[in-house]
């Protein structure tokens, strides 16, 4: 008999761009608030594009529950985290020759 495989887990930055794009109504309503309860590490330029098409054909006209603001706040954490830990990283003599 054979056995169907199981799909690899996902990091939720990659699995949400998918359910977004299969939601609807009360359920991506409900995805919002997840989205916005979470903190979300990368992927935050694809999952405003995926919100952002879903939500036009919605028919939303007002505004997108916070989804994209958060987003965006996520994507400078994540950039500036980045950075602190690039300047951490960094010796003296490398930064000279920067």
């Not at 169907?4 to 991506?28: D, M, R, V, Y």
């Not at 935050?44 to 989804?67: C, K, L, P, S, T």
């Amino acid at each position: 008999m054979q056995t169907a495989k199981k799909a690899e887990p996902k990091p939720f930055h990659e699995s949400i761009l998918n359910t977004i794009l299969c939601c609807s109504g009360p359920k991506l309503e409900f995805l919002a608030s997840i989205i916005k309860a979470t903190k979300i590490p990368k992927n935050h330029d694809q999952i405003i594009a995926a919100w952002n098409i879903r939500a036009e054909e919605m028919g939303w006209d007002n505004g997108d529950y916070g989804v994209t603001a958060h987003l965006l706040a996520q994507k400078e954490a994540s950039e500036k985290k980045q950075q602190e830990s690039g300047k951490e990283t960094t010796s003296p003599a490398e930064a000279v020759v920067q």
